[in-house]
């Protein structure tokens, strides 16, 4: 894991929660991501899973491509990632690949599988896969660096949006 100081910003997650409540809006859930590179937003991306059905449309997936898009590069060297909820096995993935430096997030795997177990139902029940974002990135290269629980009660209340 790179060792640095990295302060993140309240204004870069309001953002992405903006982002996450705009997917909730369109019929998807309520997830975000905005990808910052040089104290300016350059992407931003909400769940789309439902709306594209297509089940790799995360948030983080849809940001990392706009960026990509945008940059005209595969490679985000010097981009930080912000998402509501902490990225799962494929998004953590997908950061390493577009070698992101950091990624900061509020609300963990650890708060998805508990409110799953408290609020599942025949009809819903949140699918996850039981590996975190550190044990991804520990096992790739380059490894980013993790801020979590960075405003975790605002991305919490998008769980009963």
Not at 17 to 44: H, L, P, R, T
């Amino acid at each position: 894991m790179m060792i640095l100081m990295y302060k993140p910003e309240k204004r870069f997650m309001k953002m992405t929660i903006g982002e996450a409540a705009k997917a909730k809006e369109k019929g998807d859930y309520a997830i975000g991501a905005i990808i910052v590179k040089s104290g300016k937003v350059i992407a931003k991306g909400g769940n789309m899973i439902r709306l594209d059905t297509d089940p790799t449309q995360h948030a983080e997936i849809v940001a990392i491509r706009r960026a990509s898009k945008l940059l005209h590069k595969r490679h985000l060297n010097g981009c930080i990632l912000y998402t509501t909820h902490e990225p799962c096995p494929m998004c953590a993935s997908a950061i390493v690949w577009a070698k992101i430096d950091g990624v900061v997030f509020g609300s963990t795997l650890r708060d998805m599988y508990n409110y799953k177990i408290k609020n599942g139902n025949r009809n819903w029940s949140w699918r996850t896969i039981d590996i975190s974002t550190k044990k991804v990135f520990d096992k790739g290269d380059p490894k980013p660096f993790i801020v979590k629980n960075f405003m975790r009660k605002e991305c919490l209340d998008l769980f009963h949006s």
